[in-house]
């Protein structure tokens, strides 16, 4: 896959208050998929989106891929203290499984 | 249950012994892989494998070797471990565009 930049490497946050973090590329993506890493933890699969423009929803949170395929962002509402881990993106070329991963962002929650 | 499981889960070793990380999955996938995990540097992939008997490096390959002999296992060896390769190891299995990650395992080499 292509190298994607992730930012902020680190997030804290008031419990309630809104979380986005966002993946860029220079170039355009096949694909984006992001992944939650709780502490202590292994990635966990969130989603994939394939689409230019893409938007879907998992309960609180949103995922889009930019219109061009460069940018993708995972925005959490109203966060909560199980919201707490490391999120990353990733992403792989056409027709292969390979996956490059972001570094990640950081979220904490204070209660 | 379907899942992906690593063995040992921690291990301390010394440079220059040889040592093996198993890895299996029960979802019967074709594709497997390993990823190291460091602080600051995120996950990079160190070898894949697209069926019995097929692999290639990824982007971390220097220092490992692979074999995949079985469709379930996928062992991860470092013939003569050194201190750089101190890490969090995972391995996975994937399922169309969804990787399954194993629970790691976290090596210190000394």
């Known amino acids: 896959g292509q190298q994607v930049m992730q930012i902020p490497q680190y997030q804290h946050v008031q419990e309630g208050e809104d979380f986005t973090t966002y993946c860029n590329s220079s170039?355009?993506?096949?694909?984006i998929q992001w992944y939650k890493q709780r502490p202590g933890g292994h990635p966990v699969f969130l989603i994939q989106l394939v689409k230019s423009g893409e938007v879907k929803k998992q309960k609180r949170l949103t995922f889009q891929f930019g219109e061009a395929k460069k940018n993708s962002s995972l925005h959490i509402t109203a966060t909560q203290t199980t919201d707490v881990g490391t999120y990353f993106c990733?992403?792989?070329?056409?027709?292969?499984?390979?996956?490059?991963f972001g570094k990640g962002t950081k979220l904490s929650v204070i209660p | 249950e379907a899942q992906v499981t690593q063995n040992p889960r921690y291990l301390i070793t010394v440079t220059g012994k040889k040592l093996t990380v198993t890895c299996s999955q029960n979802?019967?996938?074709?594709?497997m892989s390993w990823y190291r995990q460091d602080p600051g540097l995120g996950l990079r992939q160190i070898y894949y494998?697209?069926?019995?008997?097929?692999?290639d490096k990824g982007d971390v390959p220097e220092g490992y070797k692979v074999s995949r002999k079985e469709k379930r296992n996928f062992p991860l060896i470092l013939e003569s471990p050194s201190p750089n390769q101190t890490s969090l190891y995972f391995c996975?299995?994937?399922?169309?565009?969804?990787?399954?990650f194993g629970p790691g395992t976290r090596l210190t080499v000394t």
């Open positions: 996975a299995s994937t399922r169309g565009s969804e990787q399954y």
């Open positions: 494998s697209m069926n019995v008997e097929v692999t």
């Open positions: 990733a992403n792989s070329g056409a027709g292969s499984y390979q996956l490059t």
């Open positions: 979802m019967n996938h074709e594709y």
């Open positions: 170039t355009t993506l096949s694909n």
